[in-house]
């Protein structure tokens, strides 16, 4: 079976003005994957100036499995949509430091599980034959990798 990991690196809360207010800034680095790409971060691109039609990347979830292959790292496909795109690391701000440690908390637990579901996913690639007769209990199995 495979083994998958990645690492998580979390600044120190920083605490920024924006637009006024204090708020605090949530920046998460992943690394070092082990069987898995580093980009598990989906974002698009979201339109800051409509006039300079410039854009910012804006963080949306956390890849599933799937979505590890579907969306391109780095850059959106054009073509695709929607066009979400992985990158390793987000980028973000929040009201206080309730909310910054709870982000951080549902960041690794999403990450747990997206590691979990990988697992999963490897235990469903292994064939298992099963003879089921009538009369007979337990049926017999055997697991072929």
Do not use: W
């Not at 963080?59 to 979505?67: A, G, N």
């Not at 637990?109 to 469903?124: C, E, G, P, S």
């Amino acid at each position: 079976m495979a083994h998958y990991s990645v690492t998580l690196t979390f600044q120190p809360p920083e605490v920024v003005v924006y637009q006024g207010h204090e708020v605090f800034r949530l920046v998460c680095d992943a690394s070092a994957p082990i069987g898995m790409p580093v980009e598990i971060f989906a974002h698009q691109k979201s339109l800051i100036d409509p006039v300079t039609e410039e854009q910012q990347d804006e963080f949306s979830f956390i890849c599933s499995p799937y979505e590890l292959s579907a969306y391109p790292a780095n850059a959106p496909n054009f073509t695709q949509s929607p066009q979400f795109f992985r990158k390793a690391g987000y980028d973000f701000l929040l009201p206080d430091i309730e909310a910054y440690e709870s982000v951080k908390q549902s960041t690794i637990d999403q990450v747990t599980a997206l590691i979990n579901r990988m697992y999963a996913l490897d235990k469903l690639s292994v064939t298992e034959v099963i003879t089921v007769s009538s009369g007979e209990s337990p049926f017999s199995s055997t697991s072929i990798s």
